[in-house]
C-alpha cells in the first residue's frame, strides 16, 4: 500500500472508531455519563476521555512532536493509577470538557498523520502508532458497550435485528488433525505485541466443536442441576459458585417455565439456537466437565481457526486473508447479540469450525502467557504486567468487537470470575485412537 493510501486508510479507520464512540456516549443523558453503572466499569464519560488521552500521548506528543494539551489530566486518566470502581469519585472532566477535548486531540492527531512518514521509525512504521490507536478506541467502545448493558433504564440502542435463517445445519464437532502450526504472527503490521512472534506449535488429535455452547446446550446443564454439583466444577469454581450465588448466565431471569434474558435494557426470551453469553470461566469450565469434555487450549483454538489442511498454511482469518465482511462474522455492533449457529457458512474455517470470529469471546483452558521470543513494544502496560496471574485466555472478538480488531491472532485476557464481557465458549476434546486412525468424527 503506497504511503498516500495508507493515510487515507488510517483517517478512515479513525473516523470509524470515533463514530461509534459518538453513539456510544450521545444516545444517554449527562447524568448517564457520569453515573457509575457497576464497580466492574468506568463511566461512560471517563473511556471517553481516556480514548482522548491515549491518542493524544502517541499521536500528538510522541508521533506528532507536539506540547501537551492538557497535562495536568494525565493521571486521571491513566488506568493503572485508579481502580474502575473509584474512577467515578475523581474530578473528571464534565462530558462537555470531555467532548471538546477528544476533538482537539483528533484535530492535531490527524496534522500528525499528515506529516508522519509512516516508516522509518518502529513506531511509525506502517502506521503502527495509529493502527494501535484505532484499535484502543475501538476495545474501548466495546468496553462502553458493555456498560450499556450493564445500565439500568430502556434501551437507547439501535442495531440491526439477528438474522433469524440460517444455512444447512452445522455439524457437532470436527476432527482437527495431529501436528504442526504456524501460531501468532510476524508479519501483520498492527498487531500487539504479545500476538507475537510467529512460532511452531504441535497439537495431538483433538476433536472441537463445530459452534459455539448455545442457550438451547446450556439451559439442559442447569435443568440437570450443573449449578448444584460440584463435581463438575473446579475447587476454586465452586467456590466462587457458592460465593457468588451462581444460577445461571448474567442477565438471565426464570418465568413461568422459561428462560428469559435481559439485553440492553430489553426484557427477551432465551433464544435456543444462539451461542450463550454472559459466562465466566468456571462456568464454561463446569459445563464442559458435565458434557464429558473441555475447554480447548489457547493453541487448539488458533489452530482451529487458522490452519489449513489442505496447504499447511495458516491464514489470517478462518476463512482466508481478506478482512471481515458481514457474509463472514457478526461483528462492530451491527447486531446487539449473537447470531444464531450456522448464520455465517461463509465465515467458516477449512475444517469447517463455525463462528470463530465474532458472536461472543471464547473462554479456553489457557492462562496468559508470552509467546517464545516475546518482545515488548511499545509498552509493557499493555501486555507484560499481566503475564501470569489468575487470567485465562478468550480469543475470537464477540458481535462488540470491531473487525480491525478481531484477526485470528488476537489475545483477549480475563479474571476467570468476570461475566460482564460477552463471553461464550466451545468444547473440546482428546479424539479417540480410532477417529484419529479414520481422520474424522463418527
Known sequence: MSTERLRGYVASELARGRARSAVLTESVDEADLVRQHSPLMSPLVWDLAHIGSQEELWLVRDVGGRKPLRPEIDGLYDAFQHSRASRVDLPLLTPAEAKVYVAEVREKALDALEHSRLRGRRLEENAFAFGMIVQHEQQHDETMLSTHQLREGPSVLHAEPLPHSVAAPVPAEVLVPAGEFDMGTSTEPWALDNERPAHR???????????????????EFIAAGGYHEPRWWSEQGWRHRVDANLVAPRFWLRQAGQWWRRRFGVLEPTRSDE?????????????????????????????AARWDPATGRTRRYPWGDEAPTPEHANLGQRHLGPAPVGAYPKG????????????????????FHPYPGFQMFPYPEYSEVFFGGDYRML??????????????TFR??????RRQIFSGFRCARDATASEAHSGGVA
Open 201 to 219: 506449535v504441535a497439537t495431538a488429535d483433538y476433536v472441537i466443536d463445530a459452534a459455539p455452547v448455545t442457550n438451547g446446550q446450556y439451559a
Open 275 to 303: 451461542p450463550v453469553v454472559h459466562v465466566c470461566y468456571h462456568e464454561a469450565a463446569a459445563y464442559a466437565a458435565w458434557a464429558g469434555r473441555r475447554l480447548p487450549t489457547e493453541a487448539e483454538w488458533e489452530k
Open 348 to 367: 467458516a474455517s477449512p475444517l469447517g469450525v463455525h463462528q470463530l470470529i465474532g458472536d461472543v469471546w471464547e473462554w479456553t483452558s489457557s492462562g
Open 395 to 408: 480469543r475470537g472478538g464477540s458481535f462488540g468487537s470491531d473487525a480491525g480488531v478481531v484477526r485470528a
Open 412 to 417: 483477549n485476557w480475563d479474571h476467570p470470575i
